[in-house]
């Protein structure tokens, strides 16, 4: 089946920096989403990108279909930045199916 | 976008016993989805809701521990049968349509004792 590696797995940065995080997956995929899911285990969606770049507030997401990579940008952290990044990736065939990344756990501390 | 709710949002339980989870969208969705996230872990597809028929499961998932239901398009139900210490997870249902973004709900964190 198809594979989906976050990295890094983990991420402290100092309030105020920036941070870029990774997806790779295996194979061709019809969509692909970031989320952050806060420390109540709330999922929050960030981007519905399955390519080309978007931009939201501090956030940007680029995905690169052809190379089979995504990208999220954190520009200037803030300590409610902190939690665990998820991407997933929906699976070819119409079937609405996402398949997760083991997600980076981003600390930023004040 | 689409407004998940649930019901347990957490529930304390001993083993041998079952649990019925609720998921509510506020609109009529496509797609309606079961995860399960052990604790420290990602999430794992259990299975599709499918409305009005049987929903289909991922490899390790089956129905008699599993069972879930979909009446209708904005409502569906997950069954945690005789469950174990290893049954303890958050499940969160998620719901979308066809080529857009699905939403997650607020998960049911199930402790087994």
């Known amino acids: 089946g198809i594979q989906v590696e976050q990295s890094p797995p983990d991420l402290i940065l100092q309030e105020g920096a920036n941070s870029t995080l990774r997806c790779n997956f295996s194979?061709?995929?019809?969509?692909l989403q970031w989320f952050h899911q806060n420390p109540w285990g709330q999922l929050i969606n960030l981007f519905y990108?399955?390519?080309g770049t978007k931009q939201n507030g501090r956030l940007s997401a680029t995905t690169v279909a052809t190379e089979r990579y995504s990208l999220l940008y954190i520009s200037s952290s803030q300590t409610t930045d902190s939690g665990v990044y998820f991407c997933?990736?929906?699976?070819?065939?119409?079937?609405?199916?996402?398949?997760f990344g083991q997600g980076t756990t981003l600390q930023v501390k004040p | 976008s689409a407004v998940i709710s649930q019901k347990p949002s957490r529930d304390i339980c001993q083993r041998g016993t079952s649990l019925t989870i609720q998921c509510q969208v506020d609109s009529q969705v496509t797609m309606m989805f079961w995860y399960r996230q052990q604790p420290g872990q990602s999430l794992t597809l259990i299975a599709t809701a499918n409305q009005g028929s049987e929903a289909t499961y991922e490899s390790g998932f089956v129905i008699d521990k599993f069972p879930i239901s979909r009446p209708n398009l904005t409502f569906s139900t997950l069954t945690v049968s005789n469950m174990s210490p290893e049954d303890s997870s958050i499940y969160l249902c998620?719901?979308?349509?066809?080529?857009?973004?699905?939403?997650f709900g607020p998960g049911t964190r199930l402790t087994v004792l």
């Open positions: 990108i399955p390519s």
């Open positions: 194979d061709s995929v019809n969509n």
């Open positions: 997933a990736v929906e699976l070819t065939g119409n079937t609405g199916k996402l398949i």
């Open positions: 998620s719901a979308g349509r066809f080529y857009n973004e699905q939403f």
